[in-house]
């Protein structure tokens, strides 16, 4: 079964900063991740995927993944944080079964961006 | 090109009822998701449909259920509402199955409150 842990529930940094939110996954074989953003009020906005290419993965706004399978790791990282980085963010693994494609969230992590 | 758009933004039910939420898919996506996220949590997968047939259910009881109509909109049924189902509810588009190859647009969801 698929699987992914989030490992901190709330970040909290200041603006400026680098910002790290960490993501442990199981798997039972390669697995495709994803990290999502959810802004109050607003859909799931994809920020990045991970699909068996390269293991650093670029996403939008300056964030970026690196997988890790030794350690089974695919944390976020941004350089520098900014107040709209502010919101739930949701790191995710995706696997088929009997014909449908699911994505299994972890429960979030909420930035907070101090000015 | 529009995005998803989901309908009613906000619903009051009393535990009993019936609910119906409706799912406007991104043009030319053929696919839709249901997730339900209760609060504090990340979504959980419902159900997916493609081409109008359901290819794949999460581990959620038959009192939920779904359609997808021909212009690939979507509905998700909630029947004999329990406490327990207030949650946001998200729908998800796609040009095809494969969330690896063809991405998912998420909807702003439907926020379901049952007293």
């Known amino acids: 079964a698929q699987s992914v842990t989030q490992l901190d529930s709330h970040v909290s940094v200041s603006e400026g900063t680098p910002v790290l939110l960490r993501c442990n996954y199981s798997?039972?074989?390669?697995?495709?991740l994803f990290w999502y953003v959810q802004h109050p009020n607003k859909g799931l906005q994809l920020l990045l995927k991970?699909?068996?290419?390269?293991?650093l993965v670029k996403g939008i706004n300056g964030f970026e993944a690196e997988f890790k399978k030794s350690e089974t790791s695919f944390h976020l990282t941004k350089p520098s944080a900014h107040m709209s980085d502010a919101a739930e963010y949701f790191c995710?693994?995706?696997?088929?079964?009997?014909?449908?494609?699911?994505?299994?969230f972890g429960k979030g992590t909420k930035l907070s961006v101090i000015p | 090109e529009t995005g998803v758009t989901q309908s009613p933004t906000h619903l009051i039910k009393t535990r009993g009822q019936q609910v119906t939420l409706r799912c406007s898919s991104q043009?030319?996506?053929?696919?839709v998701s249901w997730y339900q996220q209760a609060l504090g949590q990340g979504p959980q997968f419902i159900f997916q449909?493609?081409?109008?047939?359901?290819?794949g259910r999460g581990n959620f009881p038959p009192r939920f259920s779904g359609l997808q109509f021909p212009n690939y909109s979507s509905e998700l049924n909630v029947n004999a509402l329990e406490l327990d189902d207030s949650a946001l509810y998200l729908c998800?588009?796609?040009?095809?199955?494969?969330?690896?190859?063809?991405?998912?647009?998420f909807g702003s969801g439907t926020r379901l409150t049952v007293v």
């Open positions: 991970y699909t068996s290419a390269a293991t």
């Open positions: 449909y493609y081409r109008e047939e359901e290819n």
């Open positions: 998800a588009s796609s040009l095809g199955v494969g969330v690896e190859n063809y991405g998912y647009t």
């Open positions: 995710v693994v995706a696997h088929s079964g009997a014909g449908s494609y699911q994505l299994t």
């Open positions: 798997s039972s074989y390669s697995p495709s």
């Open positions: 043009s030319g996506h053929n696919t």
